[in-house]
Structures are given as structure tokens and as C-alpha cells.
């Protein structure tokens, strides 16, 4: 990238810089219009200055944009602040998180190739991997996340991904990700981490050894529930095939939405210490409560991976799950005494929220299922925001109250 980024300024400026400056600075490239803010650049497509300048940028030959399924010069932007906070070569947006899932499977797989996923991931990726890339001849295999010695006794001589998220939804398992890269590159396989929940600031699983990087960006990228979208980030050797599965299947992102998370990008850092602050005392103040039996938060020394947590992460995340004496109808009470947090499945608000799992974002396992997950009907899961944490840990006393 030699491109001029700004008057005087050139992009090999912020070689060294540190994470908060690329994360208010990087990907922007102005335009002689001198404007401060990034440019929201909303067109379908891209006038030639002649039929040979054209000729020459759909050949590859002069760089250049051509049409915005391919690139879009904001999109742009937030794909480079991404890859530079990610320490990724590459980074490409999706319109969505899944469709970064589904982009790089479709991209790096083929019918006939094995994939290993760990068994506690977003419920919307084990539809996907079942229902849809099994149809295309995929094979797909469940791990438990912290069972190294399972994940190697599972592989098989066709198995191609890793795919794990870390920690997990909603009970906070982690995947030693240095551990698991190293065994996936002995047996010539590929570690994709989804990093939607820790975001770049509290981990990065590429410096861990991970080939791809996999987020939601509709979660705290955003940070404040507007958009939806996702990004891929990577070697290029591998993202040059993601991109070219984006620019021909077209689940590509919105170039609003990339203005949104550029935006979103500048105060992560701020939002998630503030995330992981509030968590970290309400988790505590959960776990001294009589009518709470056990708290899960990896910020917890009460739990088991603290130390890896601390080795792998340098936060430990907006997500507390636990759970009360009395089953799904104590559950269910508390939730309901609630007043200020918002009763929905969504996380990396900058609003709480608080859900039962077992009968929403879980509610479609069997019963049986459900229990071999660790989802017992007294859980409860809550994503903590930006209020006040007094204000918080007092609606939480409403939920106790109620018990
Ligand atoms: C929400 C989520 C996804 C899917 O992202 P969308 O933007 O809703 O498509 C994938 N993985 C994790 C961990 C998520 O929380």
C-alpha cells in the first residue's frame, strides 16, 4: 500500500503506530476535497476516463474501482482498519456474519472435504453447516471445545477447517486457539476462529497461530445495534479466494454500513474495557449472592480456563452467564423483574440485555442435546452494556428479589 492517505501523509506513516491509532486512522484514503471524516461513497458503480481506461481496470492492469459487488472505496476503508487491527494481510466485509461463515467455506472447501467445528457455536452456523454444506457433500463433525486430545482423535485424513468460536456462547469455554493451530498445521488443515465475541482488542487469534479471522461485525463492531455485517480476514493466499467467492456471489457490504463500523471501529477499545469493567464486577457481585448457584466468567478465578483467559485474552468479554436455585420458572421470574436491561437474544449493545437460553437461542436443540451442551434451564445469559453498573447490579437485585 503506497497510496496517499493524506496530504503529506502516506500509509506506511502508521507502520508502528499503536492499536487506538489504527483504529481512528487506518484504511483512510483522502480524497482532494480534503474532507476530515471518512466519505460515504454511495454508488453501484465507477465512470472510465476513456474505453482503454476502462479495458485496463477490468483487466486488472491499472487499479482501480470498477463496479461496488467488487469494491467501494468506504468498504475499502474499513476492510484495511479491520486487517490492521486484526494483523491480518487481508480483510474483506460481508453483508453479514454468517455470510463471512458461508464465504469461507464456500471458498476454501469442496464437496468431499471434512470440517471440524466446535459443538457450543452460534446456533445460525450449526444450521448452516447441517442443513446446507452437508447437502453440497461437505462432511461436518462436532468437537467439544476444550478437548484438545478429542480434536485430534477426530480428525481424518480429508479434514480440510477448524472452525471454532472463542469463548463460547453463552458459557464462556475457551479453545486453546495456539494449541489448536498447531495441530491443525501438523495435519495440514486451516484454524478459523470466530472473534466475534472478544473483537481485535481482546484477542487475536492470527498472532495465536489462526489462518482466518471470522466476525460479526452487527455485534460490538457496531456496538450499538444499527447494522448488520461481517468481515473475513487473513492470509492473502486464502483471502484471495474468499474474495473472489464475495465478488462473484455477492453477500458483499453495504457501504453505509461500512461508514457505520468505521465509526464503530474508533471507540472499541473505549467500549470494550467499559464492557469488560461492568462485567467483571457484576460477575463478582453474581457470584455472592445466595440465590445465584454458579456464575460463568472467565474473569472468575472460580473458573476453570482463568488462566488461559488470562494467557490468550487481555479482557474477558461483555457476556456473564449463570445460574438460579428453582429451574426455568425462577429463571423466567427473574427476567421478568427486570426493568431497565432489555429482554432480547442480542449482544455488543451498548444496551444490557438478558435472555433465557434454553428456550431461545437454544430452544431448538432436544432436550438431550441441550443438556450435553451444559445449557441447564436455571441459566441465564446476560450481554453487559454502557449503563451505569450501579444502575445495573440494582435491576439485577429486582431479578433476585423474585426468586
Ligand atoms: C451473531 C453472530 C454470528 C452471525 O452474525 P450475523 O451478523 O447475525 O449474521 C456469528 N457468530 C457469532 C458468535 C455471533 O454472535
Given at each position: 500500500?503506497?497510496?496517499?492517505?493524506?496530504?503529506?501523509?502516506?500509509?506506511?506513516?502508521?507502520?508502528?503506530v499503536?492499536?487506538?491509532?489504527?483504529?481512528?486512522?487506518?484504511?483512510?484514503?483522502?480524497?482532494?476535497?480534503?474532507?476530515?471524516?471518512?466519505?460515504?461513497?454511495?454508488?453501484?458503480?465507477?465512470?472510465?476516463?476513456?474505453?482503454?481506461?476502462?479495458?485496463?481496470?477490468?483487466?486488472?492492469?491499472?487499479?482501480?474501482?470498477?463496479?461496488?459487488?467488487?469494491?467501494?472505496?468506504?468498504?475499502?476503508?474499513?476492510?484495511?482498519?479491520?486487517?490492521?487491527?486484526?494483523?491480518?494481510?487481508?480483510?474483506?466485509?460481508?453483508?453479514?456474519?454468517?455470510?463471512?461463515?458461508?464465504?469461507?467455506?464456500?471458498?476454501?472447501?469442496?464437496?468431499?472435504?471434512?470440517?471440524?467445528?466446535?459443538?457450543?457455536?452460534?446456533?445460525?452456523?450449526?444450521?448452516?453447516?447441517?442443513?446446507?454444506?452437508?447437502?453440497?457433500?461437505?462432511?461436518?463433525?462436532?468437537?467439544?471445545?476444550?478437548?484438545?486430545?478429542?480434536?485430534?482423535?477426530?480428525?481424518?485424513?480429508?479434514?480440510?477447517?477448524?472452525?471454532?468460536?472463542?469463548?463460547s456462547?453463552?458459557?464462556?469455554?475457551?479453545?486453546?486457539?495456539?494449541?489448536?493451530?498447531?495441530?491443525?498445521?501438523?495435519?495440514?488443515?486451516?484454524?478459523?476462529?470466530?472473534?466475534?465475541?472478544?473483537?481485535?482488542?481482546?484477542?487475536?487469534?492470527?498472532?495465536?497461530?489462526?489462518?482466518?479471522?471470522?466476525?460479526?461485525?452487527?455485534?460490538?463492531?457496531?456496538?450499538?445495534?444499527?447494522?448488520l455485517?461481517?468481515?473475513?480476514?487473513?492470509?492473502?493466499?486464502?483471502?484471495?479466494?474468499v474474495?473472489?467467492?464475495?465478488?462473484?456471489?455477492?453477500?458483499?457490504?453495504?457501504?453505509?454500513?461500512?461508514?457505520?463500523?468505521?465509526?464503530?471501529?474508533?471507540?472499541?477499545?473505549?467500549?470494550?474495557?467499559?464492557?469488560?469493567?461492568?462485567?467483571?464486577?457484576?460477575?463478582?457481585?453474581?457470584?455472592?449472592q445466595?440465590g445465584?448457584?454458579?456464575?460463568?466468567?472467565?474473569?472468575?478465578?472460580?473458573?476453570?480456563?482463568?488462566?488461559?483467559?488470562?494467557?490468550?485474552?487481555?479482557?474477558?468479554?461483555?457476556?456473564?452467564?449463570?445460574?438460579?436455585?428453582?429451574?426455568?420458572?425462577?429463571?423466567?421470574?427473574f427476567?421478568?423483574?427486570?426493568?431497565?436491561?432489555?429482554?432480547?437474544?442480542?449482544?455488543?449493545?451498548?444496551?444490557?440485555?438478558?435472555?433465557?437460553?434454553g428456550?431461545?437461542?437454544?430452544?431448538?436443540?432436544?432436550?438431550?442435546?441441550?443438556?450435553?451442551?451444559?445449557?441447564?434451564?436455571?441459566?441465564?445469559?446476560?450481554?453487559?452494556?454502557?449503563?451505569?453498573?450501579?444502575?445495573?447490579?440494582?435491576?439485577?437485585?429486582?431479578?433476585?428479589?423474585?426468586?
Amino acid at each position: 500500500m503506497s497510496q496517499e492517505w493524506d496530504a503529506g501523509r502516506l500509509d506506511s506513516d502508521l507502520d508502528g503506530v499503536a492499536f487506538d491509532t489504527l483504529a481512528v486512522r487506518a484504511g483512510q484514503h483522502r480524497s482532494p476535497e480534503g474532507e476530515h471524516g471518512e466519505p460515504l461513497f454511495f454508488t453501484s458503480s465507477y465512470v472510465f476516463r476513456s474505453a482503454a481506461d476502462a479495458a485496463a481496470r477490468f483487466a486488472g492492469d491499472v487499479p482501480g474501482n470498477v463496479y461496488s459487488r467488487y469494491t467501494n472505496p468506504t468498504v475499502r476503508a474499513f476492510e484495511e482498519r479491520i486487517a490492521a487491527l486484526e494483523g491480518a494481510e487481508q480483510a474483506v466485509a460481508t453483508s453479514s456474519g454468517m455470510s463471512a461463515i458461508l464465504a469461507s467455506v464456500m471458498a476454501l472447501c469442496s464437496a468431499g472435504d471434512h470440517i471440524l467445528v466446535s459443538r457450543s457455536v452460534f446456533g445460525a452456523t450449526v444450521t448452516l453447516f447441517e442443513k446446507y454444506f452437508k447437502r453440497f457433500g461437505i462432511q461436518v463433525d462436532y468437537v467439544p471445545l476444550t478437548d484438545l486430545a478429542a480434536w485430534e482423535r477426530a480428525f481424518k485424513p480429508n479434514t480440510k477447517l477448524l472452525f471454532v468460536e472463542s469463548p463460547s456462547n453463552p458459557l464462556a469455554e475457551l479453545a486453546d486457539i495456539a494449541a489448536l493451530a498447531e495441530l491443525a498445521h501438523v495435519k495440514a488443515a486451516w484454524l478459523v476462529v470466530d472473534n466475534c465475541f472478544c473483537t481485535p482488542v481482546l484477542q487475536k487469534p492470527l498472532a495465536l497461530g489462526a489462518d482466518i479471522v471470522i466476525h460479526s461485525a452487527t455485534k460490538f463492531i457496531d456496538g450499538q445495534g444499527r447494522c448488520l455485517g461481517g468481515v473475513v480476514a487473513g492470509r492473502a493466499e486464502q483471502m484471495k479466494e474468499v474474495v473472489g467467492f464475495l465478488r462473484t456471489a455477492g453477500p458483499t457490504m453495504s457501504p453505509f454500513n461500512a461508514w457505520v463500523f468505521l465509526k464503530g471501529l474508533e471507540t472499541l477499545r473505549l467500549r470494550m474495557q467499559a464492557h469488560c469493567a461492568s462485567a467483571q464486577a457484576l460477575a463478582q457481585w453474581l457470584e455472592q449472592q445466595p440465590g445465584v448457584s454458579r456464575v460463568y466468567y472467565a474473569g472468575l478465578p472460580s473458573h476453570p480456563q482463568h488462566e488461559l483467559a488470562k494467557r490468550q485474552q487481555t479482557g474477558f468479554g461483555a457476556v456473564v452467564s449463570f445460574e438460579v436455585a428453582g429451574g426455568k420458572e425462577a429463571a423466567w421470574r427473574f427476567i421478568d423483574a427486570t426493568r431497565l436491561i432489555s429482554i432480547t437474544a442480542n449482544l455488543g449493545d451498548s444496551k444490557t440485555t438478558i435472555t433465557h437460553p434454553g428456550t431461545t437461542t437454544h430452544g431448538r436443540l432436544s432436550p438431550e442435546d441441550r443438556a450435553a451442551a451444559g445449557i441447564s434451564d436455571s441459566l441465564i445469559r446476560l450481554a453487559i452494556g454502557l449503563e451505569d453498573v450501579v444502575d445495573l447490579q440494582a435491576d439485577l437485585a429486582r431479578g433476585l428479589a423474585a426468586l
